[in-house]
């Protein structure tokens, strides 16, 4: 088979890694790709938004089957673009629609959808412009912290956690009247702080038959201790000990069964990855979102435990028979270790070159933000490089990548030391 992966982040860099393992995979293609997924297939410049650039590579690269990566193409509807085009409507494509990406591109539709099905969440209620009165009425219903959602996608920056109640009423205006998102936040969704752990959780599904993934907890913070600005994600661990199988089947019966019923009954066809952030509430999982994606760098520390051909499954979501597929995980522990530039989540440095990465002793490397110049590999992202190690137990695997990053130089080199020891 020949397959697309699109994106250019260190989750695409795991897939292109998993995938080109399977023999099943003949020729790998990853656009646009970065400096690691070019180990494993072949890059091509086309962005992931250029629905017609991908259409005439698949049609001459004879494509059978596209991985979509990122949400924004998601949203903005690849697959519907390539259902509704005569020509390429045969190759499977791996992401759901444009309707049931609204899971993640809207965060009103996905709270609704919620309600519906009567899956556990915060509280919460939707305001526009027209409504902010009503916005002000009910901020002081919910106590504090209070949380502040732009309802569009705003690159990650679009949850707001105040910490005041006037906080909350300026954010709210600064939102809705001065459009501080865009369009994004034509409507927020205010929404009752919940307070505990947080877990991803990862679906993979054919619209009528699901596998649950290895779950895997991320590291949001740029600090130490979990301090400071929020960033895309600073490391990984899979599994994580407080998601055993009691916590896990609680997910199951509350949250993944009436999702994928609950699009059923919507009549919302839905093929791919469902990511569900929850917080673990004293021992009960409460929905925060769904993302119509693989988290990252929650992949590059699920991919490794996947045992089973990968391609194999992607197959049984495209042709409905996941069902009949095997879903092996390793009971192996996965840690990764985000390697970010200098001044990142802020504006920060590009272009430094990279080197060290020949001393990486028993870890997995998987470029986030890279491109190979000349014989050098330099940085082009805020996310660089994830190191990713797999062992036995979670302290080895924490130290093992830990250690492994440290091997690795660049200008401005920073990483967090403490991923995942919260856990032992
Ligand atoms: P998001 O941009 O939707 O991924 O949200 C960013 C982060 O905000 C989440 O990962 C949580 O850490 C936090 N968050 C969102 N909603 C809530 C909530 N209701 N209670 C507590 N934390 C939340
Ligand atoms: N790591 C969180 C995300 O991918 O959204």
Redesign the pocket.
Known sequence: MNILVLGSGGRESAFAWKLSQSEKCKNLFIAPGNAGTGQYGTNVNIKVTDFEGIKQFALANAINLVLVGPEEPLVKGIHDFFLNDEQIKHIPVIGPQAEGAQLEGS?DFSKQFMERHNIPA?A?KTFTRETLQEGFDYLPTIGL?I?L?ADGL?A????L?CLSLEEAQQELIEMLTNAKFGDASSKVVV?????GI?LSVFVLTDGTNYKMLPSAK?Y?RIGEGDTGL?TGGMGSVSPVPFADAEFLKKIEDRMVIPTIEGLKSDGISYKGFIFI?L?NCGGDPYM??Y?CRMGDPETESVMPRIESDFVDLLLGVAEGNLNEKELIISNKVAATVMMVAGGYPGEYLKDKAMTGMENIRDSYIFHAGSYVDGDVIKTSGGRVIAITSLQNDMFTALQQATADAARIYYDGMYFRKDIGFDLL
Not at 156 to 159: F, Y
Not at 191 to 195: D, G, M, S, V
Request: hydrophobic share 35%; charged share 30%.
């Open positions: 965060k915060a919460s912290p949380v959602k705003a990650g920056k679009g949850v956690i929404e009752q702080f919940l307070q947080e991320d949001k929020n952030g917080m925060i979102e993302n």
